[in-house]
């Protein structure tokens, strides 16, 4: 689905990111650990054609479809091309309403019906947003923007989701909730790039993992086998190495 | 006659001009963070070119409303064009510059627009031609002309319009995006530069307008006219909440009326020493007022939170 090759970013001097390749396969949720400042959300930027400074080939490959260039598209055209980045800090539209807000996560999606149907289904699945879903999403908790982010991005439809620190702040009964989310839109079809500094639970619901140290990919496999990976739980998972 | 009254109306007509123009102040820093000082040369042209257009006109011996209808048509278009260009040329490319430098450039535009237009109408006034029948109503002791009624109703339903085309519609809501977080809106698959682009021609179209309300009520049009009009409007948008679209139409009709009554009553208030001629400065006390106890305007609490 999505296949990075050598990307690097610079900001003024420093190098945050520096040549790094991964890939996500179809369906595939792939997650994308470290520690603060190693470059993760960086990457989701870059990826996300926030930072256009970025270089690198990133290649989007949608099954049966021609594919796409995403280091050519102007960041508003990303999401037209099935790409949905849920920002760190959730970045909702904290003046406009939890209704609006999913309203315009489908802004690029033309078909009334289909927008509709998402949004009930959505709202269906969503108790908490459908009870206020005519409240300004700033007098939302936390948690609840934080389903509304993902929930706009759903409305988009898109075939690769990109989540920056979907846990970030969040009482672990909300980050439950969350999770379901996400792992029901894998279940849907969406492949997923998880960026989480919560490393056991990003390994617990990704199949594969790939962690970033100051810039470079150092180590990468299979999420399972990472949780048992002393390097991994020395570094990232708290755990003392007896 | 009573005083009271027909400054009140002529409050009204004035203030809804003054709303007009501010609301061009305040949709591009309600989306930019810029004061767009340029906008009140807009405005002028949009007057010369009405001026202009008209006076082409006459001679034709079309119905004077018809010759109106026509110079907005032609003064709207050549506005959201030149609207256009401040954006693209003046402004864009300073957009991630610090907030002094687009400010200069705004302040260069104005200057360069206010030589052209001296180059291309001259340094006199110039007066339109009467638009409406002289009609007048009476209410209550005072008087409303044909025109200034069909100026009130005309600006009363260009303002419901936008209001409705920025709640309702889908480029509103857009507008709205862009305005509260531009990398977020641009996430959302909305192209935040074509619609930074359209907030300037919509304000610009808003501009026209007024420009032909000036001149058809005041009969005066000249090169300077936008000077004083735009730092009105600027301080009625800054009245209402500068970033705030019904901050901008309440602050624009509470300052025509402010100025209204205060060049009504100056004369009686100073015993004689002022005149009306010194109506300028109610809205300038305003200004001042506002900006020491309540930056924020009436409506705006966003200020703070941007600065």
Known sequence: MLDVRNLRLQYGGIQAVKGISFDVQCGEMVALIGANGAGKTSTLKALARMLPQATGRVQLNPPGEAAVDLMRLPAHELVAAGVALVPEGRGVFARQTVLENLKLGAFRVKDRMLVNERLENLLERLPRLKERATQLAGTLSGGEQQMLAIARALMSGPRLLLLDEPSMGLAPIMVERIFELIISARESGVSILLVEQNARLALKVSSRAYVLESGHITLSGNSAELLQDDRVRAAYLGDAIS | ?307
Not at chain 2, 73 to 92: H, S, T
Not at chain 2, 114 to 121: E, P, Y
Not at chain 2, 295 to 307: C, D, H, I, K, N
């Open chain 2, 1 to 307: 006659m009573d005083i009271f009254l027909q400054q009140i109306i002529n409050g009204l007509v004035l203030g809804s001009i003054y709303a007009l123009v501010a609301l061009g102040y305040t949709m591009v820093y309600g989306i930019l963070g810029l004061i767009n000082f340029a906008h009140g040369e807009v405005v002028m042209i949009g007057a010369l070119v009405s001026y202009s257009v008209m006076m082409v006109l006459v001679p034709s011996g079309l119905p004077p409303v018809l010759l109106a209808l026509i110079s907005v048509l032609v003064a709207a278009p050549v506005c959201m064009a030149l609207a256009w260009a401040i954006e693209r040329y003046a402004y864009r490319p300073l957009r991630h510059a610090p907030k002094l430098t687009p400010l200069i450039s705004a302040i260069g535009v104005s200057i360069l627009l206010q030589n052209l237009a001296m180059m291309i109408w001259g340094r006199g006034y110039h007066a339109f031609p009467d638009i409406l029948p002289a009609i007048h109503f009476d209410i209550g002791g005072a008087q409303i002309t044909l025109l200034q009624t069909v100026t009130i109703g005309l600006a009363a339903a260009t303002m419901g319009i936008l209001a409705w085309m920025i709640q309702r519609t889908s480029l509103g809501q857009a507008m709205r995006a862009t305005a509260e977080n531009p990398a977020i809106a641009e996430l959302m698959g909305i192209p935040v530069n074509r619609i930074i682009t359209l907030t300037f021609i919509i304000g610009a179209a808003l501009a026209a307008l007024a420009g032909l309300m000036v001149g058809a009520n005041y009969s005066v049009a000249h090169y300077y006219m936008g000077f004083m009009l735009g730092l009105k409007a600027f301080t009625a948008a800054v009245l209402g909440g500068i970033g705030n679209i019904t901050g901008a139409m309440l602050g624009g009709l509470l300052l025509g009326l402010i100025e209204s009554l205060g060049a009504g009553y100056i004369e009686d208030l100073t015993g004689g020493i002022l005149g009306s001629h010194y109506q300028d400065i109610f809205a300038f006390l305003v200004l001042i007022g506002v900006l020491v106890f309540r930056p924020g305007g009436l409506m705006g609490e966003r200020v703070s939170e941007r600065a």
